[in-house]
């Protein structure tokens, strides 16, 4: 089963509003998605690709991940370790709790817009202090940057979704479902927010009674 298949059938805290609950769903599949997306990045996929030769991994792991291969799973959490901290403690994951509840949902319009970039300064930046994607979207369409980084990323994005392509689902976290602050995919949300989120958004969602630690 990969990261885009949805799981058995549950509930959701009825504090988040969704179009549709997909199902459960797990840190190997979060771990799956999330490497899926960093493949795909131009900052942080280069990097992935070091760490997968240097494992001599082949990029069909991450490509087609299969959730029930536990050998797969523990490469898949050591490669997120090595680039990104996870389960160590550090860098995008310090702080992140260790025990997460995960769930596969559709987001509406409305919901996705209220979502916040983590907190770092490029996205403080770029959403003029807001962390929300749709100030960022309307700087961006003002001609607006953040630290003079250019726009054209998010621009053949929302590209992209205008001409259907697909992409990998949103990893959002909160210590509850309806305050949520984005772990993966900041471009994406971005993009979305730029053509005014025309579809219900696929995302994982990650809650924990500790997580305010780190979704500020």
């Known amino acids: 089963m990969t990261c885009e298949q949805a799981a058995v059938p549950s509930r959701v805290s009825p504090t988040l509003t969704v179009v549709q609950v997909l199902g459960v769903s797990s840190e190997d599949e979060m771990v799956a998605c999330f490497l899926s997306g960093e493949l795909s990045s131009r900052r942080f996929g280069q990097n992935l690709r070091s760490h997968l030769a240097a ?19 523990f490469v898949r959490r050591t490669l997120l370790a090595a680039t990104r901290g996870y389960g160590e403690n550090r860098d995008l994951f310090e702080n992140f ?3 997460v509840t995960w769930t596969k949902a559709l987001l509406s319009a409305s919901e996705a817009a209220g979502v916040r970039y983590l907190d770092y300064s490029y996205w403080g930046e770029l959403s003029g202090g807001s962390r929300r994607p749709t100030d960022a979207a309307a700087r961006i369409k003002a001609g607006l940057r953040a630290f003079d980084v ?36 900041h ?25 305010g630690r780190w979704a500020r």
């Open 150 to 185: 250019p726009n054209e990323p998010f621009v053949e994005a929302a590209n992209a979704i205008t001409r259907g392509e697909r992409f990998p689902p949103l990893i959002l976290v909160g210590e509850r479902p309806d305050n949520l602050v984005c772990l993966e995919g």
């Open 97 to 99: 709790p260790a025990h």
């Open 55 to 73: 494992a001599g991994q082949a990029e069909q792991v991450l490509t087609h991940p299969d959730l029930s291969d536990a050998g797969a799973n």
């Open 187 to 211: 471009l994406r949300l971005t993009a979305y927010a730029l053509v005014g989120f025309p579809t219900d958004i696929e995302c994982l969602i990650g809650t924990a009674p500790a997580m």
